[in-house]
Structures are given as structure tokens and as C-alpha cells.
């Protein structure tokens, strides 16, 4: 087995078009507030459930085991809100938040938890707050701008999209960008 370290991630992703015009709209007005940022790109857009890191191929393979133990049925998720971490003062990243199906996703966390654990994969301490990153912080340039266009989409609503997988993605980091390939997935059963 190669002794290859993979970067990956375990994720939801948005696989739903007119979702993904909607944010786009949103990264567009974050771009006119002027403030320094990097979008993410819409066709990367996803919703991780658990960073992996840089991972042995053979902790990639039983990662895929642990995920064919999942048992989740098919849900409906829907983006709501914009919002910021860590807070809307100091700004680093700019997400669109989970109105409805933050309880499945929840509950997909907790069955993966353990199962990464036992495969020697450091705890999660930042806990799981379901959300989707649109935009990274890259200075505080235009700050105040920004903060008021945040606020002002809180409470906006992007769409729902079903959830038939979780996925297990490769990301590979360039000057462009990271590139992210699938290369497990499991279904709802």
C-alpha cells in the first residue's frame, strides 16, 4: 500500500444549480462591498462534515469502510442566512447557514465521530456547526462594509436540495485553487 498522504474531507455537496446561482449572487455583492476576500469557487461549494487532514492511503481505505456503516435516510436540507466566524466584528470566513436538516447532519456526525476516532484520528474540538463557507477574510479592508452586507442577507433564503450521499473528497491544493475529486461515497439508505 502506498505510503501516499491524501488531504481529504468528508462532505455534502451542492449538486443543487439554481442554489448555487443564488450564492453566486451573494459572493457578487460581497465582492461590490470591496472588501478583500476569496471566494469560493460554486462549482467546489460544499458542506463538510468532517477535515480529515492529510491522511495515509491506507486510513483512506478504512475511512471508507467506516463510511459504508452509515445509516442515514434521504433528507432535505435547506441554506438560509448568511453569517460570519468568528464574529461579525473580526471577520475570516463567510458562510450561508442550515435552516432545515441540521438534526440529520448532526446525527451523520455522530455516527462518523467514533468510527474516525477509533481509527486514530485526532477529535474534532471545534465541534460541528453545519454551514457552507461562500467567502474567506482575507484583510480587514472595507470591514464595515461587508459587516452591514452580511447582516443584511441573515435572513435570506437560498433553496432546498435533497441529500442522497455523503462523500469522501481528495483535495488537492494548486496556486489556483484546491481541486476536489470524490473518492468514496455512501448513500441514504
Known amino acids: 500500500m502506498s505510503q501516499e498522504r491524501i488531504r481529504s474531507f468528508i462532505a455534502v455537496d ?3 444549480a439554481s442554489i448555487r446561482d443564488r450564492l453566486v449572487n451573494a459572493q457578487q455583492g460581497l465582492k461590490q462591498t470591496g ?13 463538510t462534515l468532517r477535515f480529515l487532514g492529510e491522511i495515509p492511503q491506507a486510513t483512506v481505505e478504512r475511512v471508507k469502510e467506516a ?3 452509515l445509516k442515514f435516510p434521504r433528507f ?3 441554506f438560509s442566512g448568511l453569517g460570519v466566524f468568528p464574529n461579525i466584528r473580526r471577520i475570516s470566513v463567510v458562510w450561508v447557514g442550515i435552516a432545515q436538516g441540521q438534526e440529520q447532519l448532526n446525527q451523520i456526525f455522530h455516527q462518523l465521530e467514533p468510527k474516525l476516532r477509533q481509527l ?5 474540538n471545534k465541534g460541528f456547526s453545519p454551514h457552507m463557507t461562500i467567502a474567506r477574510v482575507r484583510s480587514g479592508l472595507n470591514k464595515d462594509a461587508l459587516a452591514k452586507y452580511v447582516e443584511g442577507l ?4 437560498f433553496g432546498r436540495m435533497p441529500v442522497n450521499s455523503v462523500r469522501l473528497k481528495k483535495s488537492t491544493l494548486t496556486p ?3 481541486i476536489y475529486t470524490t473518492i468514496h461515497q455512501t448513500l441514504a439508505s
Request: glycine share 6%; charged share 40%.
Open 176 to 178: 489556483k485553487g484546491p
Open 35 to 47: 472588501a478583500a476576500l476569496k471566494i469560493v469557487e460554486p462549482e467546489i461549494m460544499h458542506l
Open 76 to 78: 432535505e436540507v435547506e
Open 14 to 16: 451542492l449538486d443543487d
Open 154 to 157: 441573515r435572513e435570506q433564503e
Open 67 to 69: 463510511m459504508n456503516e
Open 120 to 124: 486514530g484520528l485526532p477529535a474534532d
